[in-house]
């Protein structure tokens, strides 16, 4: 839903959903999240988009029949795309044509270009060779009666190389229905070249618009500025707001629940018999089936997190100084904020990746960065004093933002009721400050470490370049809550959550601010940094070793990332940091799966000492902080028996 809101509030002309996973079923049951699905089928989907959709929604996949194209425009799509079962069964466009209109029907086709030139339709997902060229079948399905066609370069898809005008001109010229182009899309300057040079009618894309700020507003502009007619660009959306709407009391009501359900808890499901759900491993390092970042397995069991890393390994020297030289020419084209003093900015916390970051950008890029951070009063005595150093060492200038307390004590308590994560506040800040004051200052650039999901779970390729956005902010850092969520709860104030309100969109614009990933430009290996980072600038780790973890690097600005909020993560999902650990090490050729194995199940269940702090700090106990938590626990992972929580053993 966040994703089509944002679509939303950007004025998209129209929305196309395609449904081409590998299960049928969608399951978005996360109960820590915001936005929850009763169900988990695309009608489902569906129902609940409809909602913040306000564009032309055109859905496919899956559609076998003539009652599933009715079900789909049911359930709130306009149109409706067919593909295999179009060659599988021809007569089905002609017959909804008839019954639906031909103005709803539309017809994909997946086109590869063999080695000779010669262009053949594919079916079943781009898996099977069908013989016919695509302007046979496009001509074909013109006459049965289809309104569209919905032209996709195989070759071209997700690659970021361009459209295949060659492909585009010969079925756009070819037929008198409108012809939308997609698969290639990597520049903005893309869309224009598949209109003006291919004769599409219109241009779908999908990456370029998940991955980057305003980017469909910036696509529009550079098809305006290149003669495109289009409707003005216009920023923000008079149907819809970009912060969600909250229902107050629905909300309030849902709190209520939770608090009334952790009392029950543990008289809840007390059966003998109740069966261990079955979770499943990555057979090549050590993440599960169900997790907080999005992962998947391929045929050999083997996650998308330790295929992605594969691919890093497979990028040649040469190409990542390309990437490197990239960089630079982003941060070329947008430097000299304001007063002409700052390059770009750095979020910091003062970790090893923050020293990794700036001694990059600031050394070996020649670069003056302006350091950010943003304080969460949740700082090791270790965790300070390597953030403190910083300005000295690296001889930049820093600005610290730190919230009020009493604020932050607020916010902690909260988290940890509406969405097991007392740590909502921090995740959110560190993404917010810096991005406020890139507006104040107008500096265009911001520089993050490693992108999470692509470095841990895969759910992007290293091809992809995703970059910090308003949405991937809302979505992955905040569970979808913004910070107006908490307003009017506990005393607070909008006044109160100033420090996490992004800004706005016109702002974004007008200073052109990009938040990019460093560890999509250079090849990033954090135990690799840490060495170096201790060797060459003094970097302190623990004297001691966490609870939850063996790592003594990781997370000494956030004494709560290591312990109590990954414990809740344990309870959630059934795994915690020290997982995450070992799957980067094994990936790096630094540990073997047993040993791995082992030092989970010593770490992984572990209740932290930082526990105790907690408490104290929000005024909690701890048998109220275990009956809250216990609501969150998955019952995809956990099962009770015989009054204790169980799951099933890693193998």
């Given at each position: 839903?966040s ?43 569906l ?11 055109t859905?496919?996949g ?42 709803c029907?539309?017809v ?5 270009r ?13 898996k ?26 195989i070759?071209?898809d997700g690659?970021?190389?361009?459209f ?32 003006l040079?291919?004769?599409?009618s ?5 990456n ?6 305003l ?9 305006i500025?290149?003669?495109?007619p ?20 629905q ?29 499943t ?8 089936s ?10 050999d069991?083997?996650?998308?997190g ?6 890093k ?6 190409v ?9 020419r ?15 900015i ?11 970051q ?16 943003y ?5 090791t ?20 933002v ?5 604020t ?9 009721i ?13 993404t ?24 841990l ?7 992809d ?9 809302l979505?992955?850092f ?6 107006n ?11 109160d959550m ?8 016109q702002?974004?614009?007008d ?58 993560k344990?309870?959630?999902f ?5 997982t995450?650990?070992t ?13 791995a ?21 929000v ?14 626990r ?13 799951r099933?053993?890693?193998s």
């Amino acid at each position: 839903m966040s994703t089509i809101e944002r679509f939303s509030h950007w004025n998209a002309d129209e929305i196309v959903i395609l449904d081409i996973g590998d299960s049928e079923s969608h399951d978005l049951r996360r109960n820590d999240l915001q936005q929850q699905y009763a169900g988990q089928s695309i009608l489902d989907v569906l129902s609940e988009i409809t909602r913040v959709c306000f564009m032309p929604m055109t859905v496919g996949g899956r559609v076998r029949s003539l009652k599933d194209i009715e079900a789909r425009l049911r359930h709130g799509a306009d149109k409706c795309v067919i593909n295999t079962q179009a060659i599988l069964e021809p007569t089905i466009v002609s017959s909804a044509a008839r019954t639906f209109g031909s103005q709803c029907i539309v017809v994909s086709i997946d086109a590869r270009r063999h080695l000779d030139g010669r262009y053949e339709v594919f079916s079943n997902d781009g898996k099977t060779a069908t013989g016919m060229s695509p302007l046979e079948w496009a001509l074909r399905c013109e006459e049965a009666g289809c309104g569209e066609i919905l032209l996709n370069s195989i070759d071209r898809d997700g690659s970021g190389s361009g459209f295949d005008c060659d492909l585009i001109r010969q079925i756009s010229h070819g037929v008198d229905i409108p012809v939308i182009a997609c698969g290639g899309a990597g520049r903005y300057e893309d869309f224009s070249s598949a209109i003006l040079e291919g004769g599409a009618s219109a241009v779908a894309a999908a990456n370029i618009f998940h991955f980057f700020e305003l980017s469909y507003p910036l696509a529009k502009e550079a098809c305006i500025d290149a003669g495109v007619p289009m409707r003005p660009n216009r920023i923000g959306s008079r149907w819809i707001r970009r912060e969600p709407i909250y229902d107050f009391v629905q909300e309030t009501e849902r709190i209520e629940v939770r608090l009334t359900r952790s009392k029950e808890i543990n008289t809840m499901n007390e059966q003998a018999d109740v069966p261990v759900p079955d979770v499943t491993w990555c057979r090549k390092c050590t993440y599960p089936s169900l997790s907080a970042a999005p992962i998947d397995f391929d045929q050999d069991g083997v996650c998308t997190g330790c295929q992605m890393s594969d691919v890093k390994e497979s990028i040649s020297r040469e190409v990542w100084d390309e990437r490197l030289g990239e960089l630079c020419r982003v941060i070329e084209s947008g430097r000299h904020g304001r007063d002409g003093k700052y390059d770009c900015i750095i979020p910091v916390s003062g970790g090893k990746d923050s020293y990794f970051q700036v001694d990059t950008i600031k050394n070996k890029l020649g670069f003056n960065p302006l350091l950010v951070t943003y304080h969460g009063n949740n700082y090791t005595p270790v965790g300070w004093r390597n953030l403190s150093r910083m300005q000295q060492v690296f001889d930049v200038e820093h600005i610290i933002v730190r919230p009020p307390l009493e604020t932050l004590i607020k916010l902690n308590r909260l988290g940890f009721i509406v969405m097991g994560d007392m740590n909502w506040h921090a995740h959110m800040g560190i993404t917010t400050v810096p991005v406020q004051v890139a507006a104040e200052y107008e500096i265009s650039t911001l520089v993050w470490g490693e992108h999470g999901y692509t470095d841990l779970s895969g759910q992007f390729s290293m091809h992809d370049f995703p970059e910090m956005s308003y949405r991937d902010r809302l979505e992955h850092f905040g569970r979808g809550y913004e910070w107006n969520y908490f307003v009017g709860r506990e005393g607070l104030t909008s006044e109160d959550m100033k420090f996490w309100k992004y800004p706005d969109d016109q702002t974004l614009m007008d200073v052109g601010i990009r938040g990019l990933y460093l560890g999509n430009y250079l090849y990033w290996e954090a135990n690799e940094h840490t060495d170096r980072m201790i060797a060459e600038f003094g970097f302190e780790t623990s004297a001691q070793s966490f609870d939850r973890t063996y790592r003594r690097a990781s997370n000494l600005d956030d004494m709560h990332e290591n312990g109590v909020h990954d414990y809740l993560k344990f309870i959630k999902f059934g795994y915690g940091r020290c997982t995450d650990h070992t799957c980067k090490d094994i990936r790096s050729g630094r540990m073997l799966r047993d040993e791995a194995i082992a030092l989970i199940e010593k770490y992984d269940p572990v209740k932290p000492r930082d526990l105790a702090r907690w408490l104290t700090y929000v005024g909690m106990s701890e048998d109220e902080f275990g009956r809250i938590a216990d609501t969150f626990r998955d019952d995809r992972v956990w099962a009770m028996k015989r009054g204790h929580w169980i799951r099933k053993e890693i193998s």
